[in-house]
Nanobody, 125 residues
Framework: VQLQASGGGLVQAGVSLRLSCAAS????????MGWFRQAPGKEREFVAA????????YGADSVKGRFTISRDNAKNTAYLQMNSLKPEDTAVYYC???????????????????WGQGTLVTVSS
């Protein structure tokens, strides 16, 4: 499966932004999807994940209550709605796919088989 992340940009603290991850190739609806981010000089970190059915989601403590992961299997797209953005959310955001039909919903980057190219989110104070 090929993944294309989009929707990043330069925004001020407190606003919202929605990232999209468009998938093509194999059956998107059979893959768990995850969002990760990597800030300058830091390791890649888990943000959120959603099961292939959309029935289960899992988010990092640092974004709970602010970020929401979702998916539209009819559109082959996963989303990351980011509200109340903070300067510390500044990073390149990557979407990733794990599957097919994986029973795990993981926060471990190494579990994911396919990665998008990343989209930069910069939050100014």
């Amino acid at each position: 499966v090929q993944l294309q992340a989009s929707g990043g940009g330069l925004v001020q603290a407190g606003v919202s932004l929605r990232l999209s991850c468009a998938a093509s190739g194999r059956t998107f609806s059979s893959y768990n999807m995850g969002w990760f981010r990597q800030a300058p000089g830091k390791e890649r970190e888990f943000v959120a994940a959603i099961s292939w059915s959309g029935g289960s989601t899992y988010g990092a403590d640092s974004v709970k209550g602010r970020f929401t992961i979702s998916r539209d299997n009819a559109k082959n797209t996963a989303y990351l709605q980011m509200n109340s953005l903070k300067p510390e959310d500044t990073a390149v955001y990557y979407c990733a796919a794990d599957g097919p039909m994986s029973s795990r919903l993981s926060r471990v980057a190494g579990v994911y088989d396919y990665w998008g190219q990343g989209t930069l989110v910069t939050v100014s104070s």
